[in-house]
């Protein structure tokens, strides 16, 4: 300001014109950019689930990354039915061929993969689900668990419509599937290109089985048994089509599952 003063009173002595001369304004450094955290994901309320005990993650599948890499995580019966396609957006399992070539002597869903590394007595499961095949009574999607080999296991049949032998929990116990839920809906409407968000509640001690579908408060089916502890978990379907994200397994405790692949028999011609 001074320095502008005695610049003005200068030019009038002299008969000068003034001329002002700008400063160049000082540049500021670009903010930094905020670094965002990543979102923690939200756990199930246990607590309105009836779960006293702690429960934690013990196993997480977004299906990122190569697709033999993630392959290489489950057991299939048909591993050739399976893919992990490169799309845009949240990635996703699917199984792709309706019909199979499996064989065993216990009827019960065809196309199954099983996660390899964790197995579980008590849990919950969640996952999102899209069935892709054309819309039929039996049209249906399963949920497996308790899986200690191809002869005995549990799994969760959610179809169109409901019967003995569909839309229902099942025990499959070296015989073929019958019926345990004593609870159940007139079916689930799959839609097209939907995604459905499943979870499944498992406690061994009481023989509690519990299936949410999108309603995340009220099940559409509920079992009691007690025949199988620890398991495997897994996803599949009886001979349709479709597919897997976002899977997350919770439980107080878990174990190492044990080696070898459990479709091995099926597979011989």
Known sequence: MKANLALVLSS???GLPFVAVAKSPIKKPPPKPIKEEPA?????????LGIKKPYKLVYKQDFDGNEAKVKDGFWFTNPDNWRVPA????????????GHNYKYKVRSPYIIGLVKEVEVKDFVLEAELQQTGKEYGHRDMCVFYGFQD??????????????????NCFIVNDKPRTKISHETTKGHKWGAKDWHQVRVVREHASGKIEIYVNDMKKPIMRATDKTFD????????????????????????????KAGDPFVEGRKK
């Not at 799309?87 to 309706?98: A, L």
């Not at 191809?150 to 839309?167: E, G, K, L, P």
């Not at 996803?235 to 597919?243: A, C, H, K, Q, Y």
């Open 150 to 167: 191809r002869s005995h296991f549990y799994y969760t049949h959610i179809a169109s419509v409901t019967d003995n032998h569909a839309h």
């Open 40 to 48: 923690v994901e939200a756990a199930p309320n246990f607590k309105a």
């Open 230 to 257: 620890w398991g495997l978990i897994g996803f599949g379907t009886f001979d349709d089509t479709g597919r897997v994200r976002k899977v997350r397994l919770y439980a107080p405790e878990s174990r190492k599952a």
């Open 87 to 98: 799309v845009r957006g949240p990635s996703f399992m699917e199984f792709v061929t309706k």
């Open 12 to 14: 009038l002595i002299v």
